[in-house]
């Protein structure tokens, strides 16, 4: 089975019969290529665009990636306070599909950068996807993010102040859930564009450098998006309306 194709015709909407006659071929090619097949260079193309995927995202074996290497890569910051502040708002405000976050708090959002949140909740009512992936006060992995910290339960207060402020500002169209997994990096994801801000054991997140990334058929974005939705995959929904931030 492709799990990234069925899965992304899953998101798009659309079934196997539908994805066919967009596709312009029969409701057997689409099962061939739903248990392992590959269609021709001229349909993938077509497909990935319907799902609003790269080739190389759905059929990694069917794409030669080498020449774009390090096509994806836009620019590294040395240090993710070094970004430059109206890119966060800028990507955010051009994203049309699919925003995602995620991080421990991601606190500096919120609290230096005035349009975050009502940019953030007009594009969830406008029909983008908006996920919100922060740290479980309760869990194992912010407790010891706190310990490496020396802060004394900061990075758990941190957590509670930002989902306060998601909890007040954002419509019921954002999804939020709660990670317990141990974060080798921020993912900061607007459509086709992403910013990755690495950690570094003892440092505080603004320290550390950070990538800013555009699908370009190759490998850097997607490993990222793999590795957001195993996260979402394993966490737990915050209940906006019973549990408190």
């Known amino acids: 089975m492709n799990e990234r194709l069925r899965r992304s015709v899953h998101r798009s909407g659309h079934d196997i019969a539908s994805l066919a006659a967009a596709a312009e071929v029969s409701t057997k090619s689409v099962e061939r290529w739903l248990a392992g097949g590959t269609p ?3 349909t993938r193309f077509k497909v ?6 790269s080739e190389s995202y759905l059929w990694p074996d069917a794409v030669d990636g080498s020449s774009l290497a390090g096509a994806e890569l836009v620019a590294i910051y040395p240090r993710r306070s070094d970004v430059p502040r109206h890119l ?28 975050w949140l009502p940019t953030m909740a007009a594009k969830a009512q406008e029909g983008v996807r908006v996920r919100l992936l922060l740290g479980d006060p309760a869990g194992a992995q912010l407790a010891s993010r706190d ?9 758990a207060g ?13 419509p019921d169209a954002v999804q939020i859930r709660l990670h317990d997994t ?36 190759g490998a850097f974005f997607n490993t ?3 590795s957001f ?12 309306e019973t549990e408190s931030p």
Not at 88 to 115: I, K, M, N, P, Y
Not at 160 to 167: N, T
Not at 187 to 214: C, K, Q, S, W
Request: charged share 25%; glycine share 8%; proline share 4%.
């Open 40 to 42: 021709y260079p001229r």
């Open 48 to 53: 990935a665009a319907l799902l609003h995927e």
């Open 88 to 115: 966060w708002t800028d990507l955010l405000r051009g994203s049309e599909r699919d925003v995602g976050l995620l991080a421990f708090a991601g606190l500096f959002l919120t609290e230096e950068h005035s349009e």
């Open 147 to 155: 310990t490496e910290y020396q802060i004394g339960g900061g990075v």
């Open 158 to 170: 941190r957590v509670s102040a930002v989902l306060a402020y998601y909890k007040e500002h954002m």
């Open 182 to 217: 141990p974060l080798y990096n921020s993912i900061y994801r607007f459509d086709d564009e992403m910013l990755v801000n690495g950690h570094v054991y003892g440092l505080l997140a603004a320290h550390t450098p950070t990538m800013h990334i555009r699908r370009i058929d």
């Open 224 to 226: 990222y998006v793999e």
């Open 229 to 240: 939705e195993r996260v979402w995959g394993s966490a737990r929904p915050f209940d906006v």
